[in-house]
């Protein structure tokens, strides 16, 4: 009896994405996104002052004042949402009884929710006007559906870019150049209800045991070139007003397919290309600390929704050791942190993503979440 409820839990437990509402249009990335970044809303793209600006502004690189570099740093990310169905899965099967109600109430706290998880990596060397790295992303994020199927984006991201920079006219102006190789593989695709069965077939099966559409049938995987552009003018050194400028996917990035044992691939879709714009200045330095106010506008060329393009990030820091974030990004409240001392730095941000067209246009695709990333070592 035991073993009937648990095995009834993980099947309701399955069919959740098929009784939540449709998140209209998921997430919006444009680039690799970095914990840092995040913690102050995303407003990056005229501040751009460590490795980071390998993937929102290479113009950046210019400005830096010393090399730097790391090898290992891990990171993991994670909602509230994921947490939250991840104890009550685990409240259930520790259960000894066949309590339906128990697996009704999970349905039902669970509909409308989205759930994310990733772990990531970004080795990288960077030194004044040049650098490269590697961003490594592995996750899933599902975004679920009302009638009766669900958007599931699960796999790995890489991209590898290779970036110069030089300044100009009193180091006032900064000019960035990266060339990226990119490769994306999984699942992107939206399953209605008569593509679910897929999950229960693979491509073993014949036509005499099994019909319609197979998992295998929805893997993708493909790799290209891409590359971006950036722009920092700083007019005065005073408080360091400094007007930002990126082109992500310069005239698009699209993906040549792959084949895995002999079978090709779908090549995903290709990336848009993205124009970005930032200003920041610094109202207050000295004594060896700052403060860092910055504002954004992502993707201004494409088809989002006004709501889900600005970003405001504040930064409070005491030197290269602390530094203390917040911000808005997509009209939540973003905040978190970096220390860094000799071989250690930790890293942490949390911050909503806004799973609807609209920003805030229902509370339950507001999808809140937590990274962090250690360095070790160097």
Same mark, same amino acid.
Request: proline share 5%.
């Given at each position: ?24 249009? !998921? ?103 040049? !650098? ?227 920003? !805030? ?18």
């Amino acid at each position: 009896m035991v073993q009937n409820a648990r095995t009834r839990v993980i099947f309701c437990i399955a069919l959740l994405p098929a009784l939540a509402p449709i998140a209209e249009a !998921g997430e919006h990335r444009w680039t690799h996104f970095g914990v840092r970044p995040m913690a102050m809303g995303n407003a990056y793209v005229a501040v751009a002052d460590d490795y980071n600006a390998l993937f929102y502004n290479p113009a950046g690189l210019a400005r830096l004042p010393s090399w730097s570099g790391e090898l290992i740093n891990p990171k993991v990310a994670v909602s509230t949402n994921t947490i939250e169905t991840a104890q009550s899965i685990q409240t259930l099967l520790a259960g000894s009884s066949d309590d339906t109600d128990k697996m009704l109430d999970l349905l039902q706290k669970n509909t409308g929710k989205s759930n994310y998880f990733e772990i990531g990596l970004t080795p990288h060397l960077v030194f004044p006007g040049f !650098g490269f790295g590697l961003g490594v992303d592995v996750g899933a994020n599902l975004n679920i559906h009302r009638d009766i199927g669900i958007d599931v984006d699960a796999g790995p991201r890489v991209v590898l870019p290779i970036a110069y920079a030089r300044s100009f006219f009193e180091e006032r102006l900064s000019v960035g150049l990266a060339i990226k190789g990119i490769a994306e593989g999984g699942l992107n695709h939206e399953f209605s209800i008569n593509d679910i069965s897929a999950f229960t077939k693979t491509k073993t099966d014949t036509a005499a045991t099994s019909s319609g559409p197979k998992l295998d049938d929805f893997v993708q995987g493909g790799y290209g070139v891409g590359t971006d552009f950036g722009l920092l003018f700083t007019p005065v050194r005073t408080m360091q007003p400094t007007l930002g400028l990126s082109i992500t996917d310069l005239g698009g990035t699209p993906f040549t397919k792959t084949n895995v044992s002999g079978q090709a691939l779908a090549a995903p879709r290709t990336r848009l290309p993205s124009v970005n714009a930032g200003f920041s200045f610094r109202p207050l330095e000295g004594h060896g600390m700052y403060l860092l106010t910055a504002v954004d506008a992502h993707s201004i060329n494409q088809p989002v929704h006004y709501s889900k393009k600005f970003n405001v990030g504040v930064e409070w820091g005491v030197g290269s050791i602390l530094k203390i974030d917040t911000g808005l990004h997509q009209g939540q409240i973003t905040g978190g942190f970096e220390f860094d001392i000799l071989l250690l730095a930790i890293r942490f941000a949390t911050y909503t993503e806004q799973l609807g067209t609209i920003a !805030g246009q229902d509370a339950t695709l507001g999808d809140r979440r937590y990274a962090l990333q250690l360095k070790l070592l160097i």
